[in-house]
């Protein structure tokens, strides 16, 4: 994930922990950046996927929604729409945001 879309990934997650202190732990990262070849082979084995969204967010509604964040003219990689894919297949929501606005509409549609 680039820097920017790093820091659109602070920025919503510190808005929702901010604003809604009663659903904190229900948003959460999904650690998919290892630091190093050596890192990211320990944490293949202890389970994470390439392509796995950037967030999860616990709906109120009782389903998990996932939460990739693009920035720009950044765009899917391969793993990442395979992984979209498996959320359609599994009726389970997927939604690619791009901005913060998306954001904060995205989450308040679920509460």
Known sequence: MGSSESALQAKCFQWHWN??????MQLFMIHNNPRNAIDGNRLKSMGMVAGVSDLCYLTEQGKPIFIELKVGSNTQ???????EQVCSDLQIGYYVIKNFKDFCNLLESFM
């Open 77 to 83: 990689s391969e793993a990442q729409i395979k992984f």
């Open 19 to 24: 604003n809604y202190p009663e659903q904190r």
